[in-house]
């Protein structure tokens, strides 16, 4: 539960287990392994990866220049949500964050699939907001264009956020209908956690549990504003309760 960072150059030389964060923003991606890995309470290095940027040093590490990625030893880089989250399973089989139960199994990779994969909400939100996003110089606004714009419009984009919200929501209800806080079964699951973090990007969390900069706040109310709708009052209560109990406060990047 590292809360300092070493460079990709220190991380290189390292033995063990180094994970590759965004620096200076609460990336939903980064934040959702992040709090994986510490409620698992798994050793790692956090590895600094500068959003925006070449992160050529990266590139050359793990073959790709985004965050986050982990490194275990000399083994292949993580890249991938679902690598991460199967690695953090078994490095610590406890607490369970991937249900046993292979239909509740199934569900966690659809919905954690819905929240964090392509043409999924994180995509559909980055999408809406890319030309708020992407830095000024061309060369860069290439790059990432090229890296994180799918081109399917707005139409298409606000759709999936509501139609993805909507199903969650849902889950949500019927799940506390039957006296259960958490989107699968009756524990706590990845999906729950892909959630919160991704919630970040409709709904700024609260500064004194995530004092993110204020342009990235800003983000949220962007977000709001192009959807032109917000979060399920029920998605929020429940992203609230998730850090409440199962994060480690305030949030840091």
């Given at each position: 539960m590292s809360r300092?960072?070493?460079?990709?150059?220190?991380a290189i030389a390292m033995p063990g287990l180094r994970i590759a964060f965004s620096r200076g923003v609460p990336g939903p991606w980064s934040e959702a392994v992040r709090a994986i890995y510490d409620i698992k309470r798994i050793a790692y290095v956090a590895v600094e990866q500068l959003p925006g940027?070449?992160?050529?040093a990266l590139q050359a590490w793990t073959g790709q220049s985004s965050a986050p990625v982990a490194m275990l030893d000399d083994d292949r880089p993580r890249v991938n949500w679902h690598e991460m989250l199967v690695l953090a399973e078994q490095l610590a089989p406890a607490p369970r964050l991937i249900p046993a139960d292979e239909d509740d199994r199934a569900i966690l990779f659809g919905l954690c699939h819905a929240l964090a994969s392509d043409d999924g909400f994180g995509w559909a939100i980055r999408e809406l907001l890319f030309e708020r996003i992407a830095p000024a110089d061309e060369a860069t606004r290439a790059r990432m264009r090229r890296k994180f714009q799918n081109r399917v419009g707005a139409d298409h984009s606000i759709a999936r956020v509501r139609s993805i919200m909507a199903m969650l929501a849902g889950r949500l209800e019927a799940?506390?209908?039957r006296g259960s806080g958490y989107l699968i079964g009756d524990a706590l699951s990845a999906a729950d956690i892909y959630w919160t973090t991704f919630s970040n990007l409709v709904a700024a969390i609260p500064q004194e549990r995530c004092p993110m900069p204020e342009f990235y706040r800003e983000l949220a109310r962007n977000a709001v504003r192009e959807l032109g709708f917000g979060a399920p009052?029920?998605?929020?209560?429940h992203r609230d309760r998730i850090l409440a109990d199962h994060f480690i406060l305030p949030m840091w990047f």
């Open positions: 300092s960072y070493v460079s990709i150059e220190q940027q070449l992160n050529e799940q506390e209908a009052e029920i998605l929020i209560r």
